[in-house]
């Protein structure tokens, strides 16, 4: 019977901090000037992005305000010429007679204007689909490409966050650029109309709307704070509910009770987010209230100069009703300004995250040397070998020596920490090396001690991208040599199964099946140099023989290096070195480790003492 003890509330999440380069929010110190100045250099990028995805497309949305900005000033003079006629003397038939050419040429224009919008809207219709394409893209290639060792590095994960962000806001920075561009143009246009009416209602109107793009511009920076204050909780709570809710750990989840704690640190992570959230809203209604305040005094301001203007017959009435358009298409397209401005200040800061991820995954991407292997190797050579993962006091791997020639078979055993993996890595070049590591890559053959269960069909899982025949003999090939073609003819569409249980018509394997499906992934590459990494610690032991019976018979081609912990496979070996703390302390062959007193005849002990 279990004892049932006192239920202890489960404690909090920890308070995710680092230091170091990225732990800063760039905002910090940035001046309003500087911050105001990221705008053209985010238009700039935008407009650079979008020409490599199509020119054409560019012409026409740089076009578009140039029309646009074009129709707001003949709608203007049109407006004025319509109300002389229209405010003067005569019958009414009579007044608009003369003013209906005024009056087709505004419709004309203002026609013109929502073509171009429209035109504007197709535009950015063809970049923006492809132009978030590319960045989610740049975004995977670069974490895909980046140097295995840089996931080490503090807040690499978070900064990958941020950078995702930047792909989101791709889906608006086109029409948000297109639209501020527009917006400029019409108030340039409706701004010089009202300078000749009257320059002293320009700068009163620019003082009305000053006040809006000040706030808005401070608003996005407290809006960005709380967006990197919140980076890493967000960045967890991702993990934690991608583990919680996917089908293949729902067991683990249920059996283990683990529902109710899981909900409790979404809950938890969700509400301390929304607690920095809410803690900004006052912040934010401060700033608002004053720069509505202010911008609300200079525009009564501007509409009492109009009105004295009119009043004093400083400006004559039809010119005070072209001003009254003229000030109320300014601040329309003031306010635009402002409005996708202060999105264009937000887009650039989420851009910038993106780029400075990209630029640092690129600075990290391998450029270890030129030096090709376009054939067989036939010897690897290690000396002295030493690694330390960054952040680390003591070597993964320290001062290892190793000649692995073609033919044989070398097993690698050791207790959990003492540098196997690590090794392995060095070896297939995923860490350090003075040559190409494509070249050695192409010739390696890896079964991961973790590996993917990639939702492709069976084919797909095999060939992973790199069939050599449109012909599936080779596929077949290496199903049968880890002893998967019985399960695999028993799937409802046999090498065109999809392999994920959570999409429909998908099935589903096995932990020792998607184990030696993983082995043919390395097999069917028929690789150089093959690396087994504890390849049937989930499979039963007819399959566990089958494969080591395999890895036997298809030695002669290659090198083959085994970690395994169950010492028996390592009977197959022509090489066998037991590592601690990163060193090798003991090798030879199984027959003599046996027999030699060390650490591989007691681990062999304590794994038959059961």
Not at 194 to 223: E, F, H, I, Q, Y
Not at 237 to 254: A, H, I, L
Not at 515 to 544: F, N, V
Request: with cysteine; glycine share 6%; proline share 5%.
């Amino acid at each position: 019977m279990f004892q049932q003890d006192e239920l202890v509330p489960p404690p909090p999440p920890a308070e995710i901090q680092y230091t170091g380069e990225y732990s800063v929010d760039p905002l910090g110190e940035a001046s309003f000037r500087k911050l105001c100045g990221q705008v053209p250099r985010v238009l700039h990028r935008i407009v650079a992005m979008s020409w490599r995805i199509d020119r054409r497309a560019v012409l026409l949305l740089l076009a578009c305000p140039v029309v646009t900005g074009a129709a707001a000033a003949v709608l203007l003079a049109a407006t004025a010429g319509a109300m002389r006629p229209l405010l003067g003397a005569g019958s009414v038939a009579d007044r608009l007679y003369e003013a209906l050419p005024a009056l087709v040429v505004a419709s004309a224009a203002a026609a013109l204007t929502r073509v171009a919008a429209a035109v504007a809207t197709y535009a950015e219709r063809l970049i923006t689909p492809r132009l978030t394409t590319e960045a989610d893209t740049a975004l995977v290639a670069a974490v895909c490409r980046v140097e295995a060792s840089a996931y080490a590095m503090d807040g690499f994960s978070d900064r990958q966050e941020a950078a995702e962000m930047g792909v989101i806001r791709t889906h608006v920075m086109v029409s948000d650029a297109q639209r501020f561009l527009s917006a400029l143009v019409r108030m340039v246009t409706a701004a010089g109309a009202l300078s000749v009416l009257n320059p002293l209602l320009l700068p009163l109107l620019l003082l009305a709307v000053l006040p809006a793009g000040v706030g808005a511009v401070l608003t996005a920076r407290v809006d960005y704070e709380i967006h990197y204050a919140n980076i890493a909780d967000r960045n967890v709570r991702g993990m934690m509910r991608w583990w919680s809710t996917n089908p293949k750990y729902g067991d683990e989840v249920r059996a283990n009770s683990m529902t109710d704690y899981l909900l409790f640190w979404h809950r938890s992570l969700s509400d301390r987010c929304d607690r920095r959230n809410l803690a900004a809203a006052p912040r934010t209604l401060r700033i608002s209230l004053v720069s509505s305040v202010a911008a609300g005094a200079f525009l009564l301001a501007t509409w009492g100069a109009l009105a004295w203007l009119a009043a004093t017959g400083q400006i004559g009435v039809a010119l005070a009703a072209t001003a009254v358009v003229a000030v109320q298409t300014t601040l329309a397209a003031l306010s635009q300004v402002i409005l996708n401005g202060a999105a264009l200040f937000h887009t650039s800061l989420y851009l910038t995250d993106m780029q400075a991820f990209l630029d640092d995954a690129e600075a990290h991407a391998p450029k270890r040397g030129n030096s090709a292997i376009d054939r067989d190797t036939e010897e690897i050579r290690l000396e002295e070998v030493v690694y330390q993962y960054p952040g680390k006091d003591t070597p993964a791997v320290n001062g290892v020596s190793l000649n692995l020639r073609r033919g044989e078979i070398l097993a690698i055993v050791g207790v959990n920490g003492s540098g196997k993996s690590t090794l392995t890595r060095l070896i297939t070049g995923i860490y350090l090396a003075d040559t190409d590591p494509a070249t050695i890559w192409r010739q390696t053959g890896l079964v991961p001690q973790i590996f993917a269960q990639w939702p492709l069909r069976v084919r797909e899982n095999v060939t992973l991208g790199q069939p050599r025949t449109h012909d599936d003999a080779p596929v077949w090939d290496a199903v049968d040599a880890v002893g998967m073609r019985e399960a695999v003819e028993d799937l409802p569409a046999g090498l065109d199964t999809l392999l994920a249980r959570e999409i429909f018509g998908g099935a589903e394997l096995s932990g020792g099946q998607w184990q030696r499906l993983a082995c043919s992934r390395a097999l069917y590459r028929r690789p150089g140099l093959l690396i087994l990494d504890e390849p049937t610690s989930q499979m039963d032991p007819r399959g566990e023989h089958q494969i080591f019976e395999q890895i036997k018979a298809i030695a002669a081609d290659r090198i083959t290096i085994v970690i395994t912990h169950r010492l028996e496979n390592t009977k197959i070996a022509d090489h066998i070195v037991v590592m601690e703390h990163g060193r090798i302390t003991e090798q030879g062959r199984y027959d003599d480790l046996v027999h030699a007193g060390g650490t591989f005849a007691e681990l062999l002990a304590l794994s038959q003492d059961r």
